[in-house]
């Protein structure tokens, strides 16, 4: 049986929250799962199975749409806005990260590239991947480690999510530019 170990963090953030979990936590592999997602039966198997490969520093799962029970919500799926697929793509103008809402990473990696950027409230995971490529690391794509995420269910929260979102983007690659 797992011990659980549900930790308080007061600071806000996506980048807060994690860097808490991660010094509370003792293994060697750490996974990441955000609150709006549901992982399937075999979600931290199938993740955790990408570090029999020693050259993998971080593993990311698919993120499917969980059913639209919104237009809104029907909208974010079919854009496909959180295709870990297509974030994972290395193109010319920027590299391959992966998506922290469905996520592991070997707990020796904080102590190469340091914590998640807490000033970033968004974007945080492509610039801890980055930082990772850049010291050497590698990521993997794990297509077997599904989750379902709950997209933004109305408008106005779903136009804040992509205002935010780019504002991290700009910040994020203005930060990796080289």
């Not at 709950?150 to 999510?161: G, P, W, Y």
Request: hydrophobic residues 45%.
């Amino acid at each position: 049986e797992p011990n659980v170990i549900v930790v308080r963090e007061n600071r806000r953030g996506p980048s807060a929250a994690r860097n808490a979990g991660v010094r509370q936590s003792r293994g060697a592999i750490l996974a990441f799962i955000d609150s709006d997602c549901l992982p399937a039966a075999t979600w931290l198997s199938e993740l955790i199975a990408a570090f029999e490969d020693r050259t993998v520093w971080a593993a990311g799962g698919l993120l499917k749409s969980a059913a639209p029970t919104s237009t809104t919500e029907a909208f974010s799926a079919r854009q496909e806005i959180l295709n870990q697929e297509d974030f994972f793509k290395e193109r010319p103008y920027k590299p391959p990260f992966l998506l922290t809402a469905n996520f592991a990473v070997r707990r020796a990696v904080f102590k190469r590239v340091g914590f998640f950027d807490e000033s970033l409230r968004v974007g945080e995971d492509a610039d801890f991947c980055w930082r990772i490529l850049e010291a050497g690391g590698k990521l993997a794509l794990v297509r077997g480690a599904m989750a379902a995420h709950r997209h933004r269910s109305n408008l106005q929260s779903f136009m804040r999510q992509m205002f935010l979102y780019g504002i991290g983007s700009a910040t994020t690659f203005a930060r990796h530019r080289d």
